[in-house]
């Protein structure tokens, strides 16, 4: 995928010029490591292709078969799993170089989408809430619930959406670096954008763990 793809937007990331008054604050991929551990699950993938494997070494061996041939019979189980995991993470790179995160003063804006690119805009006064989830590496996850009724459809976010929210799919800023630091622009952002009390934060959160909590943001 090249630039040129994107050679009709405006600006990359956005559908159109920003408007007098708006600016952006911060503009981002997902980390596609990142992307492909967490949103397309690869470490469950590689526990279980070696569980598999194993499973039919022992099988094999508890069979009379010698080590010779137990090795020469995991070789397709071994190569069909160096294939999955490659295709991982061939899908997580394209992902992440297809999508752009983007958070101005007024609104956040979500362009992601490998073959069918799709732009969602999300005015600050449809986020209800924004939380942070930070990993070890500084890379984060930053879900945001949507007011009301308005719904997105959760397959129309993957992997760009919260696991397990299906019945209320909550857009999410997937894996994205410097977590925190992008947190607290958001935060910042929202605060000095909405009325005061507007924002709310989860009653799940019971307690601050990072700078961003601080900001207004409560931890996922």
């Known amino acids: 995928m090249s630039d040129d793809e994107f050679a009709v937007e405006p600006v990359p990331g956005l559908p159109e010029l920003l408007p007098e008054g708006e600016r952006m604050l911060w503009q981002g991929k997902p ?10 699950y690869l470490k469950p993938v590689i526990a279980y292709c070696t569980i598999l494997l194993g499973w039919f070494a022992v099988s094999g061996l508890s069979d009379g078969m010698g080590g010779l041939a137990v090795a020469q019979s995991l070789l397709l189980p071994l190569l069909l799993a ?46 209800e809430t924004a939380a942070l989830r930070k990993f070890g590496d500084g890379a984060g996850d930053i879900p945001l619930t949507i007011k009301g009724k308005d719904k997105l459809a959760w397959l129309h976010l993957w992997p760009h ?25 958001l935060a910042e952002a929202m605060a000095s954008a909405l009325p005061e009390g507007q924002m ?21």
């Open 31 to 40: 980390d596609w490591i990142g992307l492909a551990k967490r949103g397309l």
């Open 82 to 127: 160096v294939a999955l995991v490659a295709i991982i993470f061939g899908l997580a790179f394209f992902l992440a170089r297809s999508t752009i995160y983007t958070i101005t003063n007024r609104r956040v804006v979500m362009r992601f989408g490998i073959a069918l690119p799709i732009t969602i805009n999300l005015p600050f006064s449809r986020i």
């Open 161 to 185: 959406a919260r696991p397990w929210r299906l019945t209320k799919p909550e857009p999410m800023l997937r894996s994205v670096p410097e977590a925190e630091k992008i947190a607290s622009i």
């Open 200 to 220: 709310t934060l989860p009653l799940a959160a019971k307690r601050t763990v990072n700078a961003a909590a601080d900001h207004g943001l409560a931890t996922a």
